[in-house]
């Protein structure tokens, strides 16, 4: 008998996606050169393995696709709401027969585990479609007045964390409300938005409707300074939301922003400490901590510290990392190079800060941009890695005594997405959850979602609501 | 008379600090909890780990016949089984033990004498355990005087729900005490139970009171293991031995059929409690169909085909 237990290795096959050599950019549904020829390299984080050639958007591309959107909405937003509906609706049908080969698409190019991609991404892009085409014919209903009109062209620029959901969070609502969209997806995910650009050729989506472009921050800058953009959309860094700000303000262009965030996880001392463990594992390590509403900040009450510190590195010693297309795999790769060398400098400067550092004893590929499971104890208000997003999978430790105390310091950040609150007390959920200035609070769960229920920001963690009814606002002419 | 962990033998020094002590215990989210098990039943187990996690799981079989029509041919028809599961391949491990009623048991134990094959054998008025204390305890000593290795006993639900902890924890001691030499395997009845926080307040009186191994269920009501109470249960043997050093076996019993459902039992315990406890010393299956569904699917692998229920025998 043999001494362990030793899963086989179990990966996805690849052969049910089939990636081109070399992509166009979308404009007016059609596939096209960027007018300048050129191109860039999108790899697999995993194996750095270049998987396909884009088009490099420019300025006079960005202007092409704003024109094809402009034209495209006079038709478009003049449609029955249940006319776009009827396309929403086709579209959600096509991504979910389509799933399988659309997770394991997001999994070469981001560096994911396919067991994220196939049972949380995909499920919940479809469910986004389906939800904001529930709301198409239904618009005078949402509380926004009586025939809310469409703005008009959307620029909508989005983050590689997770690159087909974050798609379906800003076209699903504004194709919902009659707006036309012109998208660019990050630098290093750009596959699955040309993908989806296909799904809409597939679903008879009129021309012009969806526009993609593929290319890096000067394509998004050129998008979202462009004059005759009337709604701007972005989730990415809280840096670049800051100059969009600054980009657009004086200008008659509607913005949502949706940036960085340091979530706190709050855990009391009678908490159910095996889940609360394993909602720290899903707040800070699901898609390797690249999440902006990650709960990277942990604080937990100083009576259950040992306890719980001594489960978290024991749950986190179990963690299965590598090859992210095998079923098994809980941590997959992290996305680019730059974001590694980003994480990997942030936990230097916790360590020169005197914060301990413990990394989960697991092996890394030789191949591909890796990064253990990491966390830091001892932490402080004062050190960097309780301030600072990371971004990547590692957790901030820090204790409190009193209710008060957690709440003060889960509020004590330039950030406010996300917090998470683990006690047995249902009437302490409800007190400290009043108190937390944070977009979302999860109670006794973290990094739960749903189309149904608004997500966005306080302070430097941006501003609009997406999702929802809420997420509708940002859409239409409500003023 | 055996004691409790000195780690926690002020927890059972009146019925008053064990009940503060039981609930002091963390609480369990049941979602969480849920959840947590169904993500580790998609591990995805094939080939090398698939044929060891069968063979794994054949040797922790209690091969269990508990019926008020078993004879002495059907026990030494079971106790055959358990000797030699599939008798076209004798390199198929044996199970673990056969697990019979009181009166079965010097059956079983002739039957299986020799073959490190152990008998199990149910006692303390079993499944109901509504029974005087004496008689509970004749149960078991009768159980044992049959040669029984194994006492997996009922606890008293209904002082359990009626908050008589201490009631339930002495009882287990004195069934213990009956034991000598055989391993005592406490069963909860998880489905009558009701809740989760119940499940890990029981888990912890039977460790407490000195079980061997902590069992789910009967196998005689509606809802018996699944994978969400036996996590909970591994979680409760890991704690323990952290906080005691000492080691104690977990028994999901009922309902468990097929090979995928094993193989995921397989898996919470490797994740949860750790490799230490994939061993027929320190886990169970407390099943009878199970059997047939691992030959089945250890002649599929071995063969490349599958061979039908008629290649593996019916007892």
Redesign the interface.
């Known amino acids: 008998m043999a001494s362990a237990f030793e899963y086989a290795p179990a990966p996805e096959s690849r052969a049910v996606v089939d990636i081109a050599p070399s992509y166009g950019l979308f404009i007016d549904g059609e596939f096209t050169e960027a007018a300048d020829g050129k191109v860039f390299k999108t790899v697999s984080p995993s194996s750095e393995e270049v998987l396909s050639e884009v088009a490099r958007a420019g300025a006079a591309d960005v202007d092409r696709a704003v024109k094809a959107a402009r034209k495209a909405f006079e038709k478009w937003s003049a449609l029955p709401g249940s006319e776009r509906a009827k396309y929403l609706f086709r579209i959600a049908r096509i991504i979910q027969e389509r799933s399988r080969e659309l997770a394991v698409l997001e999994t070469l190019d981001n560096g994911k585990p396919i067991k994220e991609t196939r049972d949380a991404d995909l499920p919940l892009v479809a469910a986004h479609f389906f939800y904001y085409a529930g709301w198409a014919d239904k618009l005078d209903h949402a509380g926004y007045g009586a025939n809310p009109r469409p703005l008009g062209v959307a620029g909508q620029v989005i983050p590689w964390n997770f690159p087909l959901l974050m798609l379906a969070w800003k076209i699903a609502p504004a194709l919902a409300t009659g707006n036309t969209v012109v998208l660019k997806p990050a630098e290093t995910t750009p596959l699955s938005a040309l993908f989806f650009a296909d799904i809409c050729r597939q679903a008879g989506l009129p021309k012009g409707v969806v526009n993609i472009l593929t290319g890096y921050g000067d394509a998004g800058e050129a998008l979202v300074t462009h004059p005759d953009v009337n709604k701007v959309a972005f989730t990415g860094s809280t840096a670049v939301g800051k100059a969009i700000a600054r980009s657009v303000a004086g200008t008659d262009k509607k913005v949502t922003l949706e940036l960085g965030g340091k979530g706190a996880n709050i855990v009391f001392d009678d908490a159910p400490i095996d889940q609360a463990v394993e909602g720290i594992v899903t707040g800070i390590f699901f898609n390797q901590g690249q999440v902006c509403c990650a709960g990277s900040r942990l604080l937990v009450q100083e009576s259950v510290r040992d306890e719980v510190l001594d489960a978290l590195k024991r749950r986190l010693s179990t963690l299965r990392l590598g090859d992210p297309l095998d079923k098994n795999t809980d941590i997959g790769a992290i996305n680019s190079a730059e974001q590694l060398a980003r994480i990997t400098a942030l936990v230097e400067t916790g360590e020169a800060e005197g914060a301990e550092r413990w990394s989960a004893p697991c092996e890394l590929p030789s191949s591909g941009y890796w990064f253990a499971p990491t966390l830091f104890t001892n932490v402080t208000q004062a050190h960097t890695v309780a301030r600072d997003e990371i971004f990547g999978p590692v957790l901030s430790v820090l204790t409190f005594r009193t209710p008060d105390e957690a709440v003060a310091k889960a509020n004590n950040s330039q950030y406010g997405l996300s917090a998470g609150i683990w006690t047995e007390k249902g009437s302490r959920i409800l007190a400290v959850a009043n108190k937390l200035r944070a977009g979302v609070v999860w109670a006794n769960t973290f990094n739960k979602f749903d189309p149904t229920s608004p997500f966005g920001g306080y302070k430097e963690s941006g501003y609009g609501r997406e999702g929802g009814r809420h997420g509708l606002e940002a859409y239409l002419d409500v003023r | 008379m055996p004691t409790t962990a000195p780690a926690f033998s002020d927890a059972t020094a009146s019925d008053s600090a064990l009940r503060r002590f039981l609930s002091g215990l963390?609480?369990?989210?049941a979602?969480?909890?849920e959840?947590?098990a169904a993500s580790l039943g998609?591990?995805?187990?094939?080939?090398?780990?698939?044929a060891?996690?069968i063979?794994?799981a054949i040797?922790m079989i209690d091969l269990t016949t508990l019926e008020g029509a078993d004879t002495p041919g059907k026990v030494r028809a079971l106790a055959a089984k358990a000797v030699h599961p599939d008798p076209t391949d004798r390199t198929t491990p044996r199970t673990a033990a056969v697990c019979v009623y009181p009166d079965m048991a010097a059956t079983a134990a002739a039957a299986l004498a020799g073959s490190g094959v152990k008998v199990a054998s149910v006692a303390t008025a079993f499944p109901a355990g509504r029974a005087a204390l004496d008689v509970k305890l004749a149960d078991v000593r009768d159980a044992v005087a049959a040669g029984a290795d194994e006492i997996d006993m009922v606890i008293d639900r209904g002082a359990f729900l009626s908050g008589r902890f201490l009631k339930v924890y002495e009882e287990i001691l004195a069934v213990k005490a009956e034991c000598g030499a055989a391993r005592l395997k406490v069963i909860f009845e998880t489905g009558e139970l009701s809740t989760y926080d119940n499940i890990r307040r029981a888990s912890w009186i039977g460790m407490l009171a000195g079980a061997d191994f902590i069992k789910t269920s009967t196998g005689k009501v509606a809802t018996n293991a699944t994978p969400a109470n036996t996590l909970l249960m591994l979680?409760a043997v890991r704690d323990f031995r952290?906080a005691t050093g000492v080691q104690i076996g977990v028994k999901p019993a009922g309902g468990i059929r097929t090979t995928k459902d094993a193989v995921k039992f397989?898996?919470l315990v490797?994740?949860t409690a750790g490799?230490d406890w994939?061993d027929p010393h320190w886990f169970r299956f407390g099943a009878s169909s199970l059997l047939n569904d691992l030959l089945m699917q250890r002649q599929k692998l071995s063969t490349g085909r599958y061979s039908g229920p008629d290649y593996v025998t019916v007892d």
């Open positions: 963390p609480g369990v989210d979602v969480g909890l959840a947590r998609t591990r995805s187990i094939k080939t090398t780990a698939k060891y996690a063979d794994l040797s979680e952290a397989l898996v490797n994740e490799e994939l």
